[in-house]
């Protein structure tokens, strides 16, 4: 069975742009979980979609929002890019929507903000 | 877990060795525990998890025990090959979030042959 999958896996940007990543779960997964990881502030959670619908969010500003598809795929958005934003961008995936179900990650989207 | 930011721990040990990874977490309302690798380039990969009802659960390899009194995760690999070097990270979640995680800091593995 194919892993996680994100595209795509580098991405230059400068100041004030806007960036979408894609993510594909493992088949079957139905929900599906962004986090953001730097040297300064490790991983943190951004948000998990489940069934097309946002089930939690961190503590991230507006710029960063989410959607998934009915066919489980979910990308992120990140409009007017900062210098901070620059990170390894997790997507992760889930059979279930509850706690306790093993999440998988992909090998993330590197962006760099310029 | 608390980030450790830039400087992440780092425990070194003899190929053949036994290697002990701690953790400290953070909220008493946490309920599942996992264990994470990650290697340089990858994402991270699961590695073993445990439920809040045990205090042991064994793999291929690799014990992690949990001490809820203190707050505690450990993960502990047997005979540690060099192709355990690499970032560990426990990450923590509780019944009613779904599937946030929380991540500690990271310690770093390196396995001398």
């Known amino acids: 069975k194919a892993g996680v999958t994100q595209t795509p896996r580098y991405l230059i940007k400068t100041r004030g742009q806007q960036v979408t990543l894609s993510c594909s779960p493992i088949?079957?997964?139905?929900?599906v979980s962004w986090y953001q990881q730097t040297p300064g502030q490790g991983l943190q959670f951004l948000f998990e979609y489940f069934s097309e619908t946002q089930r939690n969010k961190g503590n991230f500003p507006g710029r960063f929002s989410g959607r998934q598809f009915s066919n489980s795929r979910s990308e992120m958005n990140v409009s007017t890019l900062e210098l901070g934003d620059s990170a390894l961008y997790l997507c992760?995936?889930?059979?279930?929507?509850?706690?306790?179900?093993?999440?998988?990650f992909g090998p993330g989207t590197r962006l760099l903000v310029l | 877990g608390e980030s450790v930011g830039l400087h992440l721990p780092t425990l070194s040990v003899q190929e053949g060795d036994n290697s002990i990874i701690n953790c400290a977490y953070s909220n008493s309302a946490s309920d599942y525990f996992i264990w994470y690798k990650q290697e340089s380039g990858k994402g991270p990969q699961f590695i073993i998890d445990i439920r809040s009802n045990m205090d042991k659960r064994q793999g291929q390899r690799v014990t992690v025990l949990l001490n809820k009194t203190v707050k505690h995760l450990s993960l502990q690999i047997a005979a540690t090959q060099p192709g355990d070097s690499a970032v560990y990270f426990c990450?923590?979640?509780?019944?009613?979030?779904?599937?946030?995680?929380?991540f500690g800091g990271g310690t770093r593995l390196m396995v001398k042959p």
């Open positions: 088949s079957g997964h139905r929900s």
């Open positions: 990450a923590e979640t509780y019944n009613n979030a779904g599937n946030m995680l929380t």
């Open positions: 992760a995936s889930s059979l279930i929507g509850g706690a306790m179900g093993t999440q998988y």
